[in-house]
DNA sequence: CTTGAAAAGAACTGCCT
DNA sequence: AGGCAGTTCTTTTCAAG
């Protein structure tokens, strides 16, 4: 755990909602001159805190208009089932986010499909047959709104 | 719904994994020009294909070491409850994603805390107090895994 | 921490195939 | 649609205060 003082949590929250923008943007807000927001961000980087930036894709627009969320309870969970199923959910390509969960169910997996029918078609044929799967729960998403979360 | 053709899917393909990557970069690799990179990925952000860069913070090395998901199903589910109870579960900053489902529960709640019984305030002052909350089921992130979903 | 400057690269434009 | 050449802007690195 890094020690961070509110300068780097402003970039950070700056950086959270919109990853586009660079050093010199940043520090022109916050009245930081470009190469000390930029060294601020290398050290964030560096350190780990900021693992990477990721792309915001539109499922729908790629055809995907359907994301469910699974929750799946193994039948039988050895280290070596929690690893056969990890293994396996990891390689269908529908599966967006695998969690490994503490509660009712084991896992909670997010899946993406074109429509109902091909959300039926991954369910029978992909998550169904994974080694050591039991109960499976689904719940479609209507919608979804993400927030920057606490820097502090 | 966009029609992309194969280059426009590989070049989504890289940036999913690395959206740091420019145009330039992700074009060399593909055998693609610069400017001809640069114009497809400027015609999928026109499309609304990508919405935005994300940044990846790593949560832990922030001081919050623990991440819980939690259902929530509403008493009440008139529409003026469903928006009562979204506008002040947004207002939460430990709430980090705000999802709105079909199925046993209502609400999925992505609640990030510094530990155990950071989160059980969280859970006391903030969740159990929002307008129309009934039943609440909760389940701890163990590990988590982001795939880069299908592109086609 | 700052400023200034230089080098590298990325973004963007116009023109041509 | 793609490539090439060129301009402008930003990023990145350095030196120096």
């Not at 970039?11 to 050093?23: M, S």
């Amino acid at each position: 755990m890094i020690d961070l003082d509110d300068m780097d949590r402003a970039i950070l929250r700056r950086l959270v909602v919109d990853a586009t923008q660079g050093a010199g943007a940043i520090g022109r807000k916050l009245g930081l001159s470009q190469p000390a927001t930029w060294r601020r961000i290398r050290r964030l980087q560096d350190a780990g805190v900021i693992k990477g930036r990721q792309l915001l894709l539109d499922r729908e627009k790629l055809g995907f208009g359907v994301t469910v969320f699974l929750g799946v309870k193994l039948a039988t969970k050895g280290r070596v089932s929690l690893e056969d199923f990890e293994r396996a959910v990891t390689a269908i390509p529908e599966v967006q986010t695998v969690e490994h969960i503490l509660g009712l169910y084991d896992y909670r997996l997010r899946v993406v499909a074109r429509d109902i029918s091909d959300f039926e078609r991954v369910l029978r044929r992909r998550i169904m047959t994974l080694p050591g799967v039991g109960d499976v729960e689904a719940n479609v998403l209507l919608t979804e709104e993400r927030r920057p979360g606490p820097i502090a």
